[in-house]
Nanobody
Framework: QVQLVESGGGLVQAGGSLRLSCAASVSTFSSHTMGWFRQAPGKEREFVATISWSGGSIYYTDSVEGRFTVSRDNAKNTVYLQMNSLKPEDTAVYYC?????????????????WGQGIQVTVSS
């Protein structure tokens, strides 16, 4: 069983930055693909970013490309999402997810474990 705990969310003005962290309680963290998703009120959960076990494969949704950066530290069992140039439309609950394969994925159904989510609010 994998437990994921997100931190670093909050309220920020448009144009500002936040860094989300996700700590995983699993000894085999380095063999898991990690992903970030978000869900705005009244909308479906959507893919934001994914990173392979080595960090060699990274993908973003188009709307965050060039503004968000996903990274991981396998020694700390932690994945990060650096969010810059935030926009009001980035407001959502952000979820960390883990997939117990080395193949990256971009859909919710392909991830096996989820964090509880953390609120990110961007004011205009």
């Amino acid at each position: 069983q994998v437990q994921l705990v997100e931190s670093g969310g909050g309220l920020v003005q448009a144009g500002g930055s936040l860094r989300l962290s996700c700590a995983a309680s699993v000894s085999t963290f380095s063999s898991h693909t990690m992903g970030w998703f978000r869900q705005a009120p009244g909308k479906e959960r959507e893919f934001v970013a994914t990173i392979s076990w080595s960090g060699g494969s990274i993908y973003y949704t188009d709307s965050v490309e060039g503004r968000f950066t996903v990274s991981r530290d396998n020694a700390k069992n932690t994945v990060y999402l650096q969010m810059n140039s935030l926009k009001p439309e980035d407001t959502a609950v952000y979820y960390c997810a883990a997939r117990n394969t080395v193949v990256v994925a971009r859909t919710t159904g392909e991830y096996h474990y989820w964090g509880q989510g953390i609120q990110v609010t961007v004011s205009s």
